[in-house]
């Protein structure tokens, strides 16, 4: 009986700590600024990624006051392999292997948003779009190949792998509907994510995230449909 317990609280542990439950209609809450706060994630990224789509939803009114990470994969080689960073003075900054390209934008509006990030090496092409409407195309890095062995972190920017922390880049403010996958989308699939459709995601994926909350980091009801 006494082992049985104990590996029952064992399964309690271990769920906890890598969770996998259902998130829909849910969000990831950062309430206050840190530099110990923050989501894990667990990609599916099986091959090295020569294209990508990310897109999320982000609640945050933070953007008038300072820069802030919304999406950051790190290597071992590099830390800013794909980074979605918000600049307040230079708008949304987009890396895939170090190098970026900048989306000017005066300010993130205090309300729910929709971002996309695609890019793709054959071409260098790099995407952002922001409530299903697309800014100009722009070249980046063309010819990189991301790496597969990844840390991906939701509410910090990593200045090395996996840490590095600095509070005054730490998100403050909900995100959620967190997906990725290996190709980009066309613009109708783009506009299909916005309206809440769903196009399979292959390397994170909502609707069956792994992850791991670290700090003060809350699941709650969305606040957006």
């Not at 890095?141 to 920017?157: F, H, M, P, R």
Request: charged content about 20%.
């Amino acid at each position: 009986m006494e082992k049985m317990l104990w590996c029952f609280l064992v399964s309690i542990s271990f769920s906890d700590v890598f969770g996998q439950t259902e998130l829909s209609k849910k969000a990831f809450v950062f309430p206050k600024e840190s530099d110990n706060s923050y989501v894990s994630l667990e990609g599916q990224v099986k091959e090295p990624l020569k294209a990508f789509t990310v897109c999320l939803w982000q609640f945050t009114a933070l953007s008038r006051t300072r820069g802030f990470s919304i999406f950051s994969y790190a290597t071992k080689k590099q830390a800013n392999e794909i980074l979605i960073f918000w600049s307040k003075e230079r708008g949304y900054a987009f890396a895939v292997g170090g190098p970026e390209v900048l989306f000017k934008a005066v300010e993130i509006p205090p309300v729910p948003v929709h971002i996309c990030a695609s890019w793709e090496s054959v071409t260098g092409i790099a995407e952002l779009w922001v409530d299903g409407r697309p800014r100009v195309r722009m070249s980046l890095n063309k010819g990189y190949t991301v790496e597969t062995d990844a840390s991906i972190i939701l509410g910090q920017e990593q200045d090395s792998f996996g840490g590095s922390f600095d509070v005054n880049q730490s998100f403050v403010g909900e995100i959620g509907n967190v997906n990725m996958w290996d190709y980009v989308l066309s613009p109708d699939e783009i506009n299909t994510v916005y309206v809440g459709g769903t196009i399979s995601p292959n390397v994170l994926n909502w609707q069956s995230l792994k992850y791991q909350t670290n700090g003060e980091v809350f699941i709650k009801p969305q606040l957006w449909s």
